[in-house]
């Protein structure tokens, strides 16, 4: 084994790390301060080949294999005790061609780097609201935020992708060369090899008219009912996630805010700005707001707005469920666990998956779900490791009561390690056609750290 690492050491361009080395914990630690898994090998590559390389030797010494680009997962798929981590994080070349509105960005960067890259040119890529999550990860499961309902999801501004497949092979997956493992990759995850880079499409956007805006928790039942109905017919400029949460006690929250249970919205407005106010005035009507943080900000800026209430290494707990509809029965579900949310960071969020990501049918992409409104992520965090199990309690017992009135399957970028049928579920009818496409590219399963779909043969 020694012989081995040193081998690999002498032929990459980038490094190893070993739990013998003084920077093992810093390199295996992952945005959830919850997970805390040993790989016996990272290697942190700089290059495709340097890819290739790492597969082999997992192969060669019976090491699974887990892969890592922005280390967000909340179930820590990215790590895997006493296996190899293909870390991507130093791949972060980045090219925006702003003529054909397109770039080409490595699984290293961030979508902090994406946004800080795209900004200048006036133009963005719909992903997360969270500047520090991976663009690796969270383009493979959907990707969704601020511009969903604008532009769709991140797969849907997908044009290609470059992957290794678990024989090591390199190969272009894009509409037309290997379209299948192009469909597979919308959607399916880390299933079907390593992506070393993606090429999107961009679109225009540069500063919108948006942020958050509270009301009483006591008025949460009309709240969550004027949003659901003021949302269901706006056009696609129109976002907004509705949120239960504790206002932090901190600037520039009022004083007389902190602490308080409230519900409220986070909106993004993209249109004309001189509409904005229009738009808007039936909403400010509606309450009136306790809070309204909403103006002009440049796009970027929304992105990161609550980056710093949220850094890595805090313990989290969440799960998701995809909603069709709010009916009086499920807003009782959200009226009884979002007015005890347990902790300040703890919140739930309904993400809008309609607008734009409604182009598509269920079985264009891998992901499945372009029949739903909402994804429902219920979200429990501290930075208190003592808490960890009152969040996660919380969690649990408020997605069981939910379950009722959900689809059925959940966003694969916002489950834990929830199991095989649960899997399934969030692809529905497209999980037979991906088995098939992962018995095609990666029929021993080597890439199985992750939410699995089994090869065909293997189930
Ligand atoms: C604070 C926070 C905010 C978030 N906000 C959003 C949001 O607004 N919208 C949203 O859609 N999601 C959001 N997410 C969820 C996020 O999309 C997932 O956690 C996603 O998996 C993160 O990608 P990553 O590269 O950072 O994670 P990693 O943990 O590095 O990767 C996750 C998994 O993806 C696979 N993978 C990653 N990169 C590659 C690659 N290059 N090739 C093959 N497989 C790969 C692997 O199986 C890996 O285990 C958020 C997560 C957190 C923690």
Not at 39 to 64: G, M, Q, R, W
Not at 88 to 112: F, P, V
Not at 242 to 254: D, S
Not at 381 to 408: E, H, I, Q, S
Request: net charge negative; with cysteine; charged share 25%.
């Amino acid at each position: 084994m020694e012989t081995a690492i040193s081998q690999l050491k002498g032929v990459i361009n980038g490094s190893i790390v070993l739990p013998s080395d003084s920077n093992y914990d810093e390199t295996r630690s992952v945005y959830n301060g919850m997970i805390d898994k040993k790989p016996a090998i990272i290697v942190k590559c700089k290059s495709t080949e340097d890819v290739v390389k790492a597969i082999k030797h997992a192969k060669n010494n019976n090491l699974e294999i887990a892969i890592r680009s922005g280390g967000h997962h909340g179930a820590g798929l990215c790590l895997v005790d006493d296996g190899l981590v293909i870390d991507l994080s130093d791949m972060k070349k980045l090219d925006i061609d702003a003529k054909s509105k397109t770039a080409i960005i490595e699984s290293g960067n961030t979508l902090q780097d994406v946004d800080a890259a795209t900004y200048p040119y006036g133009l963005a890529l719909p992903s997360g609201i969270i500047g520090t999550t991976g663009i690796g990860g969270i383009t493979l499961g959907g990707g969704i935020g601020y511009l969903t309902r604008k532009g769709g999801l991140t797969i849907d501004n997908l044009l290609e992708c470059e992957v290794v497949l678990a024989n090591g092979e390199i190969v272009t997956a894009n509409k037309q060369t290997n379209p299948d493992l192009f469909w597979a990759l919308k959607g399916g995850g880390g299933n079907f090899g390593v992506v070393v880079s993606f090429k999107f499409k961009l679109i225009e956007v540069k500063n919108v008219y948006g942020g958050p805006m509270f009301w009483p928790i006591e008025k949460a039942r009309e709240a969550i009912k004027f949003y659901s109905e003021y949302t269901k017919n706006a056009s696609n400029d129109l976002y907004g996630f509705f949120a239960f949460l504790i206002v932090p006690a901190a600037e520039p929250f009022p004083k007389n805010l902190w602490n308080k249970n409230v519900c409220g919205v986070v909106w993004n407005y993209t249109g004309p700005r001189e509409k904005a106010e229009d738009i808007f005035e039936p909403i400010r009507e509606f309450g009136p707001p306790i809070l309204d943080f909403v103006g002009e900000i440049p796009m970027k800026d929304l992105n990161g707005m609550f980056d710093a209430l949220y850094p890595p290494g805090y313990q989290w707990y969440w799960r998701a469920h995809y909603i069709k509809e709010l009916t009086e029965e499920s807003i009782d579900v959200n009226l009884e666990y979002g007015s005890k949310v347990p902790t300040m960071h703890s919140t739930t969020h309904l993400y809008p998956v309609d607008g734009a990501a409604h182009n598509f049918k269920n079985n264009e992409t891998a992901w499945a779900y372009r029949d739903a409104r909402w994804v429902q992520v219920i979200v429990g965090v501290d930075p208190d490791p003592d808490k960890a199990d009152k969040v996660t309690n919380w969690c649990k017992n408020y997605f069981d009561a939910l379950k009722p009135y959900a689809m059925g399957g959940s966003y694969v970028n916002m489950m834990m390690d929830e199991g095989q049928e649960r899997v399934k579920a969030s692809y529905k009818e497209n999980y037979e056609r991906l088995t098939k496409i992962k018995g095609k590219y990666d029929p021993k399963n080597i890439f199985h750290i992750n939410q699995n779909i089994k090869p065909a043969y293997l189930r």
